[in-house]
């Protein structure tokens, strides 16, 4: 359980919980009425304005609560002299406390408020205290942005009076004498949370080109409904880099289904004769529970070759194309042979 030390965490498995906070005080003081009114304050605990629930999952319950005294007006302006007149001129009021705890998200949206509020007569004289809870709930769509999630606690205390003369029309509603103070909440949120799972995987190629694009189709589904993310490991290490076409964009909609191509590029590869690609995938949900690494398969790429080699290569498909042309290089090569054979016989009898 935490208290305003700041800090709340639940040991329990599986169970929901409730994470309670006392965070503060809140005061009005009417026993010394001067001129600028009645004395508000609203303080809390933790000087340092900050408040932490570090396992917050789905279906707890945050509970803040706040001390809250008031200190009855004895005395009030409108109970003085002229004494000797009949009670109706005298002027007829009464008050009213608010002790309000508010909770807001970090663009200043209200999330929810608990108050209490009493209206009562000047002429109660005794004093009152309580404590105002605020208990809240936060929904999925909150996981979703930032983990740890900054809320903002206010607690504000406020005093109001009403006077009016008997028989006359006229009243006066007084400005607020009020008092705040502030304090973050961040919540760190956790499960229980269902991985996603891997539903099909298209069969790639079991040889392709470099340079050449290869088309995969994968589906996943999430039974919790969070948007889903698809990531590819097309080196088959086990490492995402988070560019290109290795992650996709959030999917909404589920069941997601993805067809994605990807061109193992010749330049990534310098000085290896073959290479053997074993890419894989993995669908993440924005709570961070993943389905782990799924391999989509062994391709071959063809050996690597040599600029020569290349070269040489290329000759013999141009020879294979054209047997005439074939011929002729035979019959060169023969022609070449026998006049080297006739230089080298010159030589030897010179």
Request: charge should be negative; proline fraction near 6%; include cysteine.
């Amino acid at each position: 359980m935490g208290t305003f030390s700041g800090i709340s965490k639940s040991n329990r498995d599986g169970e929901k919980a409730v994470h309670h906070f006392h965070i503060g005080y809140m005061t009005i003081d009417g026993t010394q009425w001067e001129k600028d009114g009645v004395t508000t304050k609203a303080t809390i605990y933790d000087n340092r304005k900050h408040i932490a629930v570090w396992d917050y999952k789905d279906g707890d319950m945050v509970s803040i609560s706040a001390n809250w005294t008031i200190i009855k007006d004895k005395i009030g302006p409108w109970r003085e002299p002229p004494y000797g007149q009949s009670p109706e001129w005298h002027p007829t009021c009464e008050e009213m406390w608010n002790f309000t705890i508010i909770l807001s998200d970090k663009f200043n949206n209200m999330i929810d408020r608990a108050r209490v509020s009493i209206n009562d007569s000047v002429w109660d004289e005794s004093g009152k205290s309580g404590v105002v809870y605020l208990n809240c709930t936060f929904p999925r769509s909150d996981f979703y942005y930032d983990n740890p999630q900054v809320y903002k606690i206010e607690i504000r205390s406020e005093y109001y009076r009403w006077c009016w003369k008997p028989f006359e029309h006229w009243g006066d509603f007084s400005d607020p004498f009020e008092n705040h103070d502030f304090a973050d909440l961040t919540v760190y949120f956790t499960g229980p949370n269902s991985a996603p799972k891997i539903l099909y995987t298209s069969s790639p190629p079991e040889k392709c080109k470099f340079d050449q694009p290869v088309t995969f189709t994968v589906k996943a589904d999430d039974s919790d409904g969070d948007p889903v993310r698809f990531l590819f490991d097309w080196d088959g290490d086990g490492f995402n880099e988070w560019e290109g076409d290795t992650s996709t964009d959030w999917f909404e909609d589920l069941p997601a289904e993805i067809t994605i191509k990807h061109t193992w590029k010749k330049e990534n590869y310098p000085g290896e004769r073959k290479h053997v690609a074993r890419p894989k995938v993995m669908v993440i949900d924005k709570l961070g529970a993943s389905s782990g690494w799924i391999d989509l398969g062994e391709i071959t790429l063809p050996l690597t070759q040599s600029n020569s080699l290349d070269k040489e290569i290329g000759t013999i498909n141009i020879l294979e194309r054209f047997p005439i042309l074939k011929q002729f290089v035979s019959i060169w090569d023969l022609f070449s042979h026998l006049i080297e054979r006739m230089f080298s016989s010159f030589h030897f009898l010179k």
